[in-house]
């Protein structure tokens, strides 16, 4: 049994070794796209059952994203919920027998960190502009800037470390199981890791969203600079 | 444990890339489908409240319209009232005026036919009492009544003027000496003489019974009539009665 540390690389596109989690990552965005494309051909006044229950998908997040944030949920829907999905349906592709889930290797879940990263920056800036967006890391007193900047890269790398554990774990258990105890004895441990799969996205996108609102916030309503009340 | 950097880019790509491909193919298609239901339910609500703000100042007016009507069937009422007040006090002064002039002419017709009942009631007891009169008279009908009646003819005869005594003493006609009974033949010579000697001449004197003078003696002839009987009296008085109702 390979490490699951370690990635298998396929092929070669020049210098750029595809990896399996590679090609089930395109293997689920073709799936998700063209899924989408198809469900949302014909979108009615009238609801069919299909639609309605798009919409209720829909409805959810934008909820969840307006009790999180307060805000609007336009400029996140798109990013946050896609983020959920992408890793739900990466997370579940378990089930598929012969496939590792891309987040259950490193490149992935780093990689989604790294969006979350440059995420919280960009809506940052465009919240509060770039004073703003820099003046969030002086939030509460400028004294907490340097561990506010150690802050924004330490809790993006947890959620790197803690959806990578968790999915690695899982498949990694099952794999042990299933080689040890045969083949229905691992099906509980599989429903688990659908479960522990829908909780780690549902996580992931939730902490995703609080800490761009953080940023955003911070930026919007950064306190007044001791000199300043001093003056 | 190696991170591939070419793995972790390609995957932050693909993952930025659906992004992008789901925001505009999921996404927005379907906030934009809830977005246009909310906007169609919206406008239906916009449009039901337009309505119901249609219907209330159509129900406002209407409102207004029959408060109108009410007033103006107050007012029409009313001056049909007024109206058919004065029209009923025209009647009533008109009605009061015609039982005035009724009962004026009542009053005047009760008078006069008060009147003429009275005058009747008067002609009848006149006649009641000449009647009572001629039957009390008729009694008292003596020698000496007889007497006086004589000695009053006598007189009228005297008060004549001479030249109608003369006239009716030579007059060719018969003249009567009537009297209510008929005397015996020595009375009645007595009373021709007397009355022969009062004319002054030698008249054609005859002495007839007349029961109708009830008492008394008259001179009648063809032109000339000497009333002096009770019976004349009671004729004159009964005419004097009957003048003076």
Known sequence: MNSPLDSVVLFYLGPVPITQAILTTWAIMVVLVVGAFALTRRLTLRPSRRQAALELMVATLDTQIRETTGAEPDPYRGFIGTLFLFILVANWSSLVPGIDPPTAKLETDAALAALVFGSVIWFGIRGGGVGGYLKSFAAPNPAMIPLNMLESVTRVFSMFVRLFGNVMSGVFVIGIVASLAGLLVPIPLMALDLLTGLVQAYIFAVLAMVFITAAVEDGAHSPPSPMKKDA | ?245
């Open chain 2, 1 to 245: 444990m190696t991170i591939d950097w070419w793995g972790l880019g390609l995957q932050a790509v693909n993952v930025l890339i659906l992004i992008w491909l789901l925001a505009r193919i999921f996404w927005r298609p379907v906030a934009g489908a809830i977005a246009r239901r909310q906007a169609a339910a919206q406008s239906m609500l916009d449009a039901g409240k337009a309505a119901q703000d249609k219907a209330d100042a159509a129900l406002a007016e209407v409102t207004n319209t029959r408060a109108g009507i009410a007033a103006e069937r107050e007012a029409i009422l009313a001056e049909a009232k007024a109206m058919a007040d004065a029209a009923r006090k025209t009647a009533l002064a008109q009605a009061q005026q015609k039982a005035d002039a009724l009962m004026a002419a009542a009053q005047t017709t009760i008078a006069r036919e008060t009147e003429a009942a009275r005058k009747q009631n008067a002609a009848q007891a006149s006649a009641l009492s000449v009647e009572i009169a001629t039957r009390l008279l008729a009694k008292m009908n003596t020698p000496a009544v007889q007497a006086a009646f004589l000695d009053l003819l006598i007189d009228a005869i005297a008060k004549m003027s001479a030249s109608d005594r003369a006239a009716l003493a030579s007059a060719a006609t018969r003249i009567e000496i009537v009297a209510a009974t008929v005397p015996d033949e020595a009375e009645k010579t007595r009373i021709e003489k007397a009355v022969a000697d009062a004319l002054g001449g030698a008249a054609d004197l005859h002495l007839v019974g007349d029961p109708e003078l009830i008492a008394g003696l008259e001179l009648r002839s063809a032109h000339f009539v000497l009333r002096n009987s009770w019976q004349a009296d009671l004729a004159r008085i009964l005419k004097e009665m009957k003048d003076a109702a």
